[in-house]
């Protein structure tokens, strides 16, 4: 796609009155964003919607992409792996003598 944007700015800058045309890619600064611009003026990318000129990804995106996200996935195993630790550790749940084991049997009727 990246290959197809700088042909058609190649061709806007040569066939057209566009000498400043140029791709406008912010995957290369955001990896994955998967959107590629072909400006008539990629020198001024904010007169187009808004697109910021120096694009960055804030900071909280960082930490929940970054250190947030791989702690969140250490509590997620430890959270599917409690059970089996809590077997190994204390045994199967029994029940007492005491208690009655068929509770329909003491079931009143109306």
């Known amino acids: 796609m990246k290959f197809l944007a700088e042909g058609r700015a190649k061709q806007l800058r040569e066939h057209s ?11 290369g600064r955001w990896r994955h964003l ?12 904010e007169i187009y919607g808004g697109l910021p000129s120096d694009p960055h990804i804030p900071w909280t995106v960082k930490l929940w992409k970054g250190p947030l996200k791989w702690l969140g996935n250490v509590a997620m195993v430890g959270g599917f792996d409690w059970p089996r630790r809590a077997l190994l550790r204390f045994g199967p749940v029994k029940a007492h003598e005491d208690e009655d084991v068929h509770p329909e049997e003491n079931r009143e009727h109306f």
């Open 17 to 27: 009155n566009y000498p400043h045309a140029g791709v406008y890619d912010s995957a």
């Open 34 to 45: 998967g959107v590629i611009y072909v400006l008539h003026d990629a020198t001024k990318p």
